[in-house]
């Protein structure tokens, strides 16, 4: 499959998003041959961490939420981690930027904590989904069904539940992110 033509944003908090979770799925995207802009509060560098607690890498920020707009971009991915989930979901523009991903029906991934972000961007309702264990109640009261599997597809939303899910997680995005029409095409229709 390939992503060549495709522009993909990423989101990374400015501390705590974990790191395999950015880090597996924009190099799955980068070697399907995706165009990737990581997105964050401000524009700088971010720190993930591993298991929540631990360093991970530090990254350049493409992006600052105020600066994009989800009319440039083809597919959305939402990595996790507690403490990154928690920042994101805190931003009123990540919201709004997530919420008009599905107000334009474009495909959107998240894994682990990030279904935080899209309860609060109100888009988990009547939607299949899955997610870390302990967020079940979370996305049950915001009228999700939670499921216990590897990767879910429910119209667009591409979900998983931990990084031992990544290589399912990965491969499943690339397959759906190929299949949706480019935002340039789009704008031409």
């Avoid at 805190?90 to 008009?100: G, L, N, P």
Wanted: hydrophobic share 45%.
């Amino acid at each position: 499959m390939t992503l060549a033509g495709r522009n993909i944003a990423i989101l990374i908090a400015p501390q705590g998003t974990e790191d395999p979770e950015f880090a597996k799925p924009r190099q799955a995207v980068l070697d399907a041959g995706g165009n990737l802009t990581v997105i964050s509060l401000e524009t700088g560098e971010a720190k993930t961490n591993n298991n929540d607690l631990e360093p991970g890498e530090t990254y350049t920020i493409d992006k600052a939420i105020g600066d994009v707009a989800a009319d440039q971009f083809d597919a959305l991915i939402i990595p996790g981690g507690c403490v990154g989930a928690d920042k994101l979901r805190a931003s009123k523009d990540i919201v709004a930027f997530v919420r008009d991903f599905f107000a334009q029906q474009k495909p959107v991934a998240a894994i682990c904590h990030a279904p935080w972000t899209l309860i609060e961007a109100g888009a988990v309702n009547s939607r299949k989904l899955t997610s870390f264990k302990s967020i079940r109640t979370d996305i049950e009261n915001a009228g999700g069904h939670w499921v216990d599997e590897t990767v879910v597809v429910d119209r667009g939303l591409i979900t998983s539940r931990t990084p031992n899910d990544l290589p399912e997680f990965c491969a499943k995005l690339v397959e759906v992110f190929a299949g949706a029409q480019s935002a340039a095409a789009a704008s031409q229709a």
